[in-house]
Structures are given as C-alpha cells and as structure tokens.
C-alpha cells in the first residue's frame, strides 16, 4: 500500500468481509465509518491509520500473513450466498462453526455439486475468478445424447451464443461410463460465466442433468466427502497468491 492508500471497498474485501462488490453496496446503505464518521460514497482512500468499521465491528490490520482457502464438496440443493429471500438452504448454513469469515471464490449453482472453494482474503477471491487470468476449471458433466466430433471441435474453437461469446472449452468424452443415452464428458474452461456449461450444451442439444466440480486452478476435490470442508495446504495458497500477484 502506498502512502495514498487503497480505495475504502478494496479494503474490505481485502479483510475478507465481503467482496468489493458488496462493499460498495454496505457503503451505499450507510453501514460503513471511516475514524467514527459515516461514508456515503466508496470513492475514498484510507491508510492503515485509519480506523474502518463495518457494521459496528473494527477491520483488522492488514499483515503479511497468506490468505487461507477452504474447500468443499457442495451438495446439490444448496444456494451459493449467505442468505436468500426464499429461505432455501445456502452453503454457508454447512460450513463448520470455528471457521473465520469466509467468502465463496465464484459460485456453483443450485442443481451443481463438487469443488467450491472460500477464502478470507477478497483480493484472493477477486484474483481467482477473473477472467484475464484464464484459471481452469474442470467439470464431470453428465449429458443426455452422444456429442459429435463436429460440436467438439466448436466448443474448443470458443462460441457465440445469442450473440454472447464463451471461451474456447475443453471436451473429453468418458467413453467407460455410459448410461442409455446418457454420456459423462470430462469438460474444462477458462472463464467460468453464469451457467455456462449447462448454457452451452443445451444450446448444442444436450441437456446437462449433473455436473459435478472437480478441480479449480490446481485445487482438486479428491476424496472430500459430500458436504465436507478441508482447509488447503497454506503452501500451496501461498504459491497462488504469488502466481495472481495477490
């Protein structure tokens, strides 16, 4: 950090309250003090001598300690935020009490299951997702129909749909385990938009009806039990934060 700072929001996240996103919006609402005044606005600097609350609670210093990242093993039927309207079920009601405060690296959807990784550091989170640093990320993907050489060669091309365009993505057909019509792909991408994968192969005529995260920039779900949470080995942690330059 310079002798300018860092903008208020960034700094939040940083801390890992939330992401810089959500930070603007709880500075919007009023839920945000800089040295005992409340700010209005996230177009503010602030330096380690300022004395930043949230919601009544003081940020903690920033220290040279590396992040720390979480891993799970999402269950379907479970919502990827920290509360919703509907009262349905979100991971967070899963994670284990003596955990620090954590956030989610992207999302899975509802109806997804696998890897979903949470970490203390917005920064980190911010870094992970963005799509200029091209992280992989791999699926098990259960489709209803047998995919052609010809749909496989686009998808690894990059497509537009509706005029929005995706990414080259990476299709390896299970050719072992196979079900009537059903046919799981090993399929991996570099960007990660909102239902991308079920968007993509429905639009090509083949319903997903499971998709299964097993792997995210290097981190893999292993043998993680359904619902389970392992923290990552902080060496391999401190080799991503060097590697996004968090």
Partial sequence: MTDKGERIA???ASAGICSRREAERLIEESRVTVNGKVIESPA?????????????TLLKSKTNETPRIYAMNKPAGYLTTTRDPEDRPTVFEI?????????????LDYDSEGLLLFT???????????????????YR????????EKHLHMLSRG?????????PIHVVPDTEKTSGRNR??????REGKNREIRRVFEYYGYPVSRLIRVAYAGIELGGLREGGVEPIAQHKVAALCKKLGV
Avoid at 120 to 138: D, F, I, M, V, Y
Avoid at 141 to 148: F, S, Y
Avoid at 184 to 189: G, I
Wanted: aromatic share 2%.
């Fill in 44 to 56: 503010l600097n602030v330096t380690e001598s300022d004395a930043i609350k949230v919601d009544g």
């Fill in 159 to 167: 497509v537009t749909i509706e005029g929005e365009k995706f990414r």
């Fill in 95 to 107: 994670l284990p009490p003596n955990l620090p405060r954590l956030i989610t690296v992207g999302r």
């Fill in 120 to 138: 203390t550091s917005g920064a980190l989170a911010r870094a992970l997702e963005l799509p200029k640093n091209a992280l992989p990320r791999t």
């Fill in 184 to 189: 799981w792909l090993n399929v991996t991408l």
């Fill in 10 to 12: 960034k700094r939040i």
């Fill in 141 to 148: 993907v259960r489709v209803n129909g047998q995919i052609t």
